[in-house]
């Protein structure tokens, strides 16, 4: 679910301002034609309105994934809308959809788009999911629900970890914040303990490294599955292995606000 998590750090999530099916479609289709060198020449919102109207990708269990192919070459994309109301999508179970799933999908990018909808499946194959997923109450609480999904279906993988980091960074930033295109930075590095309570930063980041060592005490107590902010680095350990000699290692990410 890589191209879901790419929304949501980008800010393409949003509230649905109607309910009306066409127009929730065209608000979709319109932020992802607004993405950078989205490398596609044709008219978004009438070729997905076109599609509806041949195929109702209403998926059931309050969830529709319409889609758009292309031609070109360029990145799966999607974007997510949300509706507190619901929308009359004509889903076969009768059902309203609170959640609009929206891919674009260039040629090379059809397992990848497979793979994508599996794990969205996946996700939604819980009955407590569904339930969580319609009384949801404001839209940042379901852009955690949605990185719950992503960090599952990844299986904790560098793309899963990402996302426990977003949640973790949700903590000082605002949702105003990530739409507003202000990106999350996200360094990797690794941390070396040695048995004399010396610790390295292994980075190819020189602020991050000066930043770092100069709290050697605040190094020496992060452990695995903890996170810490020193300065403006909020750090997230990703995995600690021991080795002989009391020494260790620590893979991390230091998250920094724009």
């Not at 309910?19 to 979709?28: A, F, M, N, P």
């Not at 997923?133 to 560098?158: A, C, P, Y």
Request: glycine content about 6%; overall charge negative; aromatic content about 4%.
């Amino acid at each position: 679910m890589k191209s879901l998590l790419n929304a949501l750090q980008e800010g393409r999530l949003i509230e649905l301002p109607v309910t009306d099916k066409g127009k929730c479609l065209e608000y979709l289709a319109l932020l992802i034609e607004a993405v950078p060198d989205i490398g596609t020449d044709m008219d978004l919102v009438q070729a997905v309105k076109e599609r509806e109207a041949a195929v109702n990708t209403g998926i059931g269990k309050g969830v529709a994934c319409p889609h758009i192919r292309g031609k070109l070459e360029g990145d799966l994309l999607c974007a997510v809308g949300w509706s507190p109301e619901g929308v009359d999508y004509g889903s076969t179970d009768g059902e309203k959809v609170h959640l609009i799933v929206m891919y674009y999908i260039p040629d090379a990018q059809k397992n990848a788009y497979l793979k994508e909808v599996s794990g969205l499946a996946q996700a939604l194959s819980s009955t407590d999911e569904i339930k969580a997923l319609t009384q949801i109450g404001d839209i940042q609480s379901l852009r955690s629900k949605l990185l719950d999904w992503v960090e599952l279906s990844l299986n904790h993988t560098s793309p899963g970890a990402v996302a426990r980091m977003i949640k973790l960074e949700e903590k000082s930033a605002t949702l105003a914040e990530i739409q507003a295109g202000k990106k999350i930075q996200a360094l990797g590095f690794s941390l070396v303990k040695t048995a004399d309570n010396r610790v390295l930063v292994l980075s190819q980041d020189l602020h991050l490294i000066e930043t770092l060592e100069k709290a050697q005490a605040d190094l020496l107590s992060l452990h695995a599955d903890e996170d810490k902010i020193i300065a403006d680095y909020h750090l997230v350990v990703l995995s600690s292995k021991s080795y002989i000699l009391g020494r260790s290692l620590l893979e991390c990410v230091a998250l920094k606000r724009p």
